[in-house]
C-alpha cells in the first residue's frame, strides 16, 4: 500500500497577497500623484505586512518573512524614491511657467518702450490747443519722453518741485514729480529731457507727472 504524502504548497494565500499589496503600494510611491503614496501606498504596505505575519504564523516563517523584511526595509526606502519622482516631475512643470511668465514680463516692457512718444514741449503744447480731446487720447497717462528749455522751477502748495518748460511765448508745459535735488539743479533756459506720464491739462496747461531726468 503506498503511502500518499501531502506537499506543502509553496506560496501561502497570505503570504502571496502580502507580495501582490506590497507591489502594489510601490508603485503607489512610485508614481508622481500628490498623496498617492501616503494615503493609498502606506495603508497597502501595513495591510501586507500584517499579511506577511498571518502567512508566518499559520504556514511558516518562510512563507512571510521576505514580504514583512520589505515592507519594513525597502518600502521606505521606495516612498523617498517617489518623493524624488514627485520633485523632479514638479519642478519640469514649473519651469516652462516660469520662461513663459518672464518672456511675458520682458514682452510687456518692449511695448512700453515701443509706445513711449517723444516730442518737444512746443509740439505737444500745441496739440492740446488745437484739441483738448484728441491729444488727451494721445497723450494722458501715456509714458512719454518731453524735451525743452527750463523757464521757472517752482513749488506747489505741498512744496513739491514743478519745472515749467518753455513751449513758446507765454506757453509752457508743466513737469512734476521730479525729486528736489533733480529740482535744484536745474537752471532757467537749460535744455533737458523728461521721462515723464502725460497727465492732461492743469490750469489750461499741458501738465505731466512722474517725471525722472534723462
Not at 514580504?67 to 525597502?74: A, D, I
Request: hydrophobic share 50%; net charge negative.
Amino acid at each position: 500500500m503506498n503511502a500518499v504524502g501531502t506537499t506543502t504548497p509553496p506560496f501561502h494565500p497570505a503570504g502571496a497577497a502580502a507580495w501582490v499589496l506590497l507591489v502594489i503600494a510601490w508603485l503607489c510611491f512610485l508614481i508622481p500623484f500628490p498623496g498617492l503614496g501616503f494615503f493609498i501606498g502606506w495603508p497597502l504596505n501595513l495591510v501586507a505586512f500584517i499579511l506577511a505575519i498571518v502567512a508566518m504564523s499559520s504556514g511558516g516563517v518562510t512563507k512571510g518573512l521576505a514580504p514583512l523584511l520589505l515592507s519594513l526595509m525597502v518600502s521606505p526606502m521606495v516612498y523617498f524614491v517617489g518623493i524624488a519622482i514627485f520633485a523632479g516631475t514638479l519642478s519640469a512643470v514649473s519651469a516652462p511657467r516660469a520662461d513663459a511668465h518672464a518672456a511675458e514680463t520682458e514682452s510687456e516692457a518692449i511695448s512700453v518702450l515701443a509706445d513711449t512718444i517723444e516730442l518737444a514741449a512746443r509740439q505737444l503744447y500745441l496739440d492740446y490747443q488745437a484739441n483738448e480731446i484728441a491729444a488727451d487720447v494721445l497723450y494722458k497717462g501715456k509714458p512719454l519722453v518731453i524735451s525743452g528749455d527750463v523757464e521757472a522751477i517752482q513749488g506747489d502748495s505741498l512744496d513739491q518741485p514743478v519745472v515749467h518748460l518753455s513751449a513758446g511765448p507765454d506757453a509752457r508745459v508743466l513737469l512734476m514729480g521730479l525729486t528736489t535735488t533733480d529740482a535744484a539743479g536745474l537752471r532757467k533756459g537749460e535744455a533737458i529731457t523728461a521721462a515723464c506720464t502725460g497727465d492732461g491739462m492743469a490750469r489750461e496747461t499741458p501738465a505731466m507727472r512722474h517725471c525722472d531726468l534723462r
